[in-house]
């Protein structure tokens, strides 16, 4: 648990920024038109959830514990689950949304899109992390 926040929190504080301005654009009804920042940030959130599994696993290979597949899904897709707690400081600290339907609407919308998260950033983490493992068991020589 205490590697999945460590791995969850460092790709999220790195769109969080970004994050204000997208929710703003959604659910706030201001334009937005920065797109080429947007993938900027995109490519730095991939990279950075790819290095954090993988030194993650390498320290788990380090102790010589070689579950490593679904510890590198979980890590890679806790940022999903950091999104989803900002979902909650948005819409109470910075929206003016509420009523039954708005509320309804808001998290069930935006939990699709974190599980959407949840799952595409496990899967960058369980890919990079396989790739890393098939690199440093195929330099092993056994003499």
Do not use: N
């Amino acid at each position: 648990v205490p590697q999945m926040i460590m791995a969850g929190f460092l790709p999220f504080s790195a769109i969080y920024i970004e994050l204000y301005y997208i929710f703003a654009s959604v659910w706030g009804h201001k334009v937005y038109t920065i797109y080429s920042i947007l993938s900027l940030v995109f490519i730095i959130l991939i990279i950075v959830t790819g290095f954090i599994c993988i030194a993650l696993t390498y320290f788990q290979l380090a102790v010589e514990d070689h579950r490593w597949w679904w510890r590198s899904f979980l890590c890679g897709g806790s940022t999903g689950v950091f999104i989803f707690a900002y979902c909650f400081y948005y819409y109470f600290m910075r929206s003016d949304m509420s009523g039954f339907m708005q509320t309804s609407f808001y998290f069930g919308y935006m939990l699709c899109v974190c599980f959407g998260f949840f799952i595409m950033l496990g899967t960058v983490g369980w890919r990079a992390c396989l790739l890393f493992v098939r690199h440093i068991y195929k330099a092993v020589k056994c003499e």
